[in-house]
Structures are given as structure tokens and as C-alpha cells.
């Protein structure tokens, strides 16, 4: 169970370096929950899968180029760490991103039920431990 989940999450990773959104929702329940990291000043949460996508969509605009690497995954029950390398290249702007953060997957049936991002590698792993 727990490899299929970390492969159902990887695969939304690569969906969404394609710019496939559609494809990187069928890894949520419908009614999933995503939550932006607390560290940002306004925290974002969006619920169900038509949001998510709609704020994916939003979000990768934003970007000439755009990849995420996952770096290191973590599962401990249904819960997916992801530990992730940003690289991308601002629209317009050509600002280039380097970052490091984390996203927690709380998987139910082989879904994502929610996910909760982190800028701090030990909040993410602590997020996981049994």
C-alpha cells in the first residue's frame, strides 16, 4: 500500500512539471485539501479538486519554466513526505527560483484526502511520525 501511494503522489509531481493539471488531480479526492505553508504570510487553503486545480493553473502561469525534483520521499502509514527542489524561471519578470520545501500527503484509499506544505524538512518529517 505504501509504495502504490508514493507512486500515485510522484506521478502528480510529474503531471504537473507537464503542466498536465488534469492528470495531477487524479491523485485527490474530490473533496481533498490543500494547505499552503503557515511560514507564508497569507496561508492559503483551498478545498476540493476543482480549486486545487484551478489554483495549480494560477499558480504555474506565473512561470516561463517550471520544475519540480523530488529530492526524497517519506511514508510512514498514509502519510507521503515529499521533499522537493524548485527550479523556475519567473513570466515576464525572468526572476529566477532555487527552492527546497516539503509537501505532506495524508493519503485515504489510495487518494490524497490533503496535503499540507512546509519550508522546514523536520516540520514535514515531524508532520509523519506515528
Same mark, same amino acid.
Given at each position: ?47 476540493? #479538486?476543482? &480549486? ?5 493553473? !494560477?499558480? *504555474? /502561469? ?37 527552492? #527546497?520545501? &516539503? ?5 485515504? !484509499?489510495? *487518494? /490524497? ?18
Amino acid at each position: 500500500m505504501a509504495s502504490k501511494d508514493a507512486e500515485t503522489v510522484i506521478a502528480s509531481y510529474e503531471a504537473v512539471n507537464r503542466r498536465d493539471i488534469a492528470s495531477a488531480m487524479e491523485a485527490l479526492h474530490e473533496d481533498a485539501e490543500w494547505h499552503e505553508s503557515g511560514a507564508l504570510p497569507e496561508p492559503d487553503v483551498q478545498i476540493g #479538486r476543482d &480549486a486545487i486545480g484551478r489554483f495549480l493553473e !494560477d499558480f *504555474l /502561469a506565473q512561470w516561463e519554466s517550471f520544475h519540480q525534483e523530488i529530492v526524497d520521499t517519506v511514508v510512514e502509514g498514509e502519510r507521503v513526505a515529499v521533499f522537493i527542489h524548485l527550479t523556475a524561471v519567473g513570466r515576464g519578470s525572468s526572476a529566477e527560483v532555487d527552492a #527546497r520545501y &516539503a509537501h505532506v500527503w495524508q493519503m485515504r !484509499d489510495g *487518494l /490524497a484526502a490533503r496535503v499540507d506544505a512546509y519550508y522546514d524538512r523536520d516540520e514535514a518529517l515531524a508532520a509523519i511520525a506515528p
